[in-house]
């Protein structure tokens, strides 16, 4: 049995990001040992880009000193990002981890503890992959094959974005299936997908951390056991110091800025990265900035946004005979207690609709 932990995509930062981005990197360290691995993948990007290499060089070589887990450290286009023509290959001043030659695969014969011999091969990103990157594999029997890749393989990704590296690294599991591989470990995509490829399982684990906006969920790596005879297990592991990146709603009132429900402040993570809507009005005294500094004070996360997604100014709104009557009667309503199984919220959100046109 062979048993390793699957990663990509880390994208580890200096400045703001780097204790939590390093701290991400140190927990899927520690999954490692926890679940007995004996290889732990990086499939690039582990860096966000070329510079960042030796600005973690020291922390990153002494977290892995006398590491007792062998590490795969895979280039990705983020290990090239603005790489001088000074470096010839980004990665290599690191030398606790098996590496590939910039652009060039590399193929390594492994031992599992029961004796099974694993062929461990590692395509490091090009931009656009020549026909013969997937030859030159060894022609020995091998219990299991794993490959390691980072691009975009199309059949796994429906919208890759309007980027540039759409049209480039494009990664054919079907090519690595036929050449007679069982897993391929991938990275590049920040979502988790798995695809089935004939008896070849791909599969990107998603980003470990948030490295931007919009990657919603638990953040995961993938921990994968072959077994001879028996199909693939791969189980998510989740990160706890990733945090997740939040969408919150919340509706501004004129009589005050309401506070956040203490079921959605007891949820936040203090590594979350919270991106608010305000929706509604703003208190006559006070603006947007107040409103962003209220509720980022009663959040304790790591990065925080207050988007205004509607907010209306109140002395403007008032100048509306309408609108004036509506909130009178929802302020009364309201201080009154007089509906307590009313959503106030929804109402002054429905009520502003129809009365403004807005599309809150
Ligand atoms: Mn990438």
Redesign the pocket.
């Known amino acids: 049995m062979f048993r390793f932990l699957h990663t ?2 880390l994208h580890l930062k200096s400045g703001d990001e780097e204790n939590y981005s390093f701290g991400v990197f140190q927990e899927i360290l520690d999954l490692g040992k926890r679940h007995e691995c004996h290889a732990i993948l990086f499939c ?2 582990t860096f966000d880009q070329a510079q960042e290499i030796s600005n973690f060089l020291d922390r990153f070589e002494g977290a892995l000193r006398d590491f007792p887990i062998p590490i795969y450290l895979l280039h ?3 290990e090239l990002l603005r790489k001088t023509p000074a470096m010839q290959d980004p990665l290599s001043p690191i030398n606790s981890c098996y590496k590939a030659d910039n652009g060039i695969a590399k193929h390594l014969t492994l031992t599992s503890p029961d004796g099974e011999k694993v062929l461990l091969s590692l395509f490091p ?1 090009v931009p656009t992959i020549p026909e013969e990157y997937y030859k030159s594999i060894p022609s020995d029997e091998f219990d299991f094959r794993i490959a390691m890749a ?2 975009t393989e199309k059949r796994m990704v429906s919208y890759t974005g309007p980027s540039q ?1 759409e049209e480039n ?1 494009l990664v054919s599991a079907q090519l690595v299936a036929n050449l007679g591989y069982n897993y391929l470990a991938l ?3 920040h979502a988790r997908r798995t695809e089935e490829f004939g008896s070849l399982i791909a599969h990107y684990p998603g980003s470990p951390r948030v490295v931007s906006a919009g990657e919603i969920g638990t953040r995961n790596a993938t921990l994968v056991t072959l077994s001879i005879g028996e199909k693939i297990q791969i189980q998510d592991l989740p990160i706890q110091s990733s945090g997740e990146f939040r969408e919150i709603q919340i509706v501004v009132l004129p009589s005050n800025f309401q506070p956040i429900a203490e079921s959605i402040l007891q949820s936040i993570h203090p590594n979350d990265y919270v991106r608010l809507y305000g929706i509604g009005i703003f208190p006559a005294s006070q603006g947007e900035e107040e409103a962003k500094n209220f509720y980022q004070s009663l959040l304790n996360c790591r990065k925080f946004e207050f988007k205004n997604k509607g907010i209306f100014d109140y002395n403007t709104l008032r100048s509306n005979a309408l609108v004036q009557e509506f909130f009178d009667k929802v302020s009364h309503r309201r201080n009154q207690n007089l509906d307590p199984n009313i959503n106030w919220d929804m109402v002054v959100q429905v009520g502003l609709q129809s009365l403004t046109g807005a599309n809150l």
Do not use: M
């Open positions: 990509a995509d690039g990007d990705g286009n983020h990103f980072h691009g590296e690294s990275g590049h995509i």
